[in-house]
């Protein structure tokens, strides 16, 4: 690495720790004034304010590594330039790619370290914040379903119930539907309520019929029949993506598909865990490139040019996720698109940068 190069990151790397905590702070504050109401309602105590903030940190890092790196990039730059700095870097051949060299590798660097510290770190320290805060607040939720719709293993037994109360694990207005592997019916069952023992599910009085294969019905026994699906797929979903490892995700997103829940706005946000740390490299292209327009008032200027990007990077996002929730586009588009649109401009933009 040559010593422009190195120079050039010991003016980053401070400034990006200082911006870090700068928007950490931010978001910090925003978070605890949105819920201050809620916990002087529920007369929470300091130290527990201090907890929920305390879990909210990894989350925060998150969000503002991005907004970080871009005003660290593009402040540093912006200061070179304005010093004249790399009128004479530039005046000796040397081009503008190639001194960014060693931030583009940072921000690959960073991208992958973002994955695994959002997998590791991020959704565990969230899941906890979520549960300690509806804790404080009192903020209960009801695992009761209605208007259930789910599918077995197989895909050979459907289960409709009218509504699937949690406390007490019943199921109301149960109608199952039975197939053969070919597709045709094998049997029905009807029942006013069905409840779980704890190995299958037991109905109150059921009907069940046969069908004999010339479109006919006959009587059928209950007790050749093994229902085994385990509550948690009646139950509804409050589960969020966000809240699960990868792995877990794609087992979740798996369950909501067979129970028959609208699952396309949770793959979206499985498909942007990927996507999501690419936004450390998006913006190193915008920094590079924009840093170098400004000559006066380079730390405001660089400090709204990050803002402006980044708002604009998550409104494009937002707007493809609302779209792949609606599933008017593919939950793969709405996580990606913006990620190929961003790339796609910065690369642009840096090809008419000063040089």
């Not at 510290?117 to 404080?136: A, G, T």
């Not at 019916?185 to 294969?213: H, R, T």
């Not at 598909?257 to 936004?279: C, H, I, V």
């Not at 980044?310 to 996720?321: D, N």
């Amino acid at each position: 690495m040559k010593k422009i190069q190195m120079y050039l990151l010991k003016q980053f790397i401070p400034v990006f720790f200082v911006s870090l905590l700068f928007f950490i702070l931010v978001l910090e504050l925003v978070d605890l004034f949105s819920n201050l109401w809620r916990y002087l309602a529920n007369e929470v105590v300091l130290a527990d304010m201090f907890r929920v903030l305390f879990l909210y940190i990894p989350k925060c890092v998150s969000y503002s590594v991005p907004v970080a790196v871009l005003f660290a990039a593009s402040y540093t730059i912006g200061n070179m330039y304005a010093h004249n700095e790399l009128t004479a870097v530039f005046s000796a051949g040397y081009p503008l790619f190639a001194l960014a060299l060693p931030l583009l590798f940072f921000g690959v660097l960073l991208s992958v370290a973002m994955f695994f510290f959002e997998d590791r770190v991020v959704i565990h320290s969230l899941m906890k914040k979520n549960e300690l805060n509806r804790l404080l607040t009192r903020s209960d939720l009801s695992l009761s379903n209605a208007n259930v719709v789910v599918m077995d293993d197989s895909g050979n037994t459907v289960y409709t119930a009218e509504y699937y109360r949690d406390t007490d694990q019943i199921l109301y207005d149960v109608f199952i539907v039975m197939r053969n592997t070919d597709g045709s019916l094998d049997a029905v069952v009807q029942s006013f309520s069905g409840s779980w023992n704890g190995n299958s599910w037991k109905f109150e009085n059921p009907e069940i019929y046969k069908f004999d294969g010339k479109g006919g019905l006959i009587p059928g026994n209950i007790e050749d029949f093994v229902f085994d699906e385990p509550p948690d797929l009646f139950r509804r979903n409050v589960t969020s993506v966000d809240e699960l490892p990868v792995a877990e995700a794609g087992k979740h997103i798996e369950m909501l598909r067979r129970s028959g829940f609208p699952y396309a706005e949770d793959l979206a946000n499985y498909y942007k865990r990927f996507s999501f740390p690419f936004t450390v490299f998006i913006v190193l292209f915008f920094s590079v490139s924009l840093a170098g327009r400004f000559k006066k008032n380079i730390l405001l200027m660089s400090l709204l040019l990050s803002l402006a990007v980044a708002v604009s990077y998550y409104i494009l996002q937002m707007v493809t996720m609302l779209l792949a929730k609606w599933e008017y586009v593919s939950p793969l588009f709405g996580a990606w698109f913006p990620v190929v649109v961003f790339i796609g401009s910065g690369i642009g933009i840096l090809k008419t940068a000063r040089t």
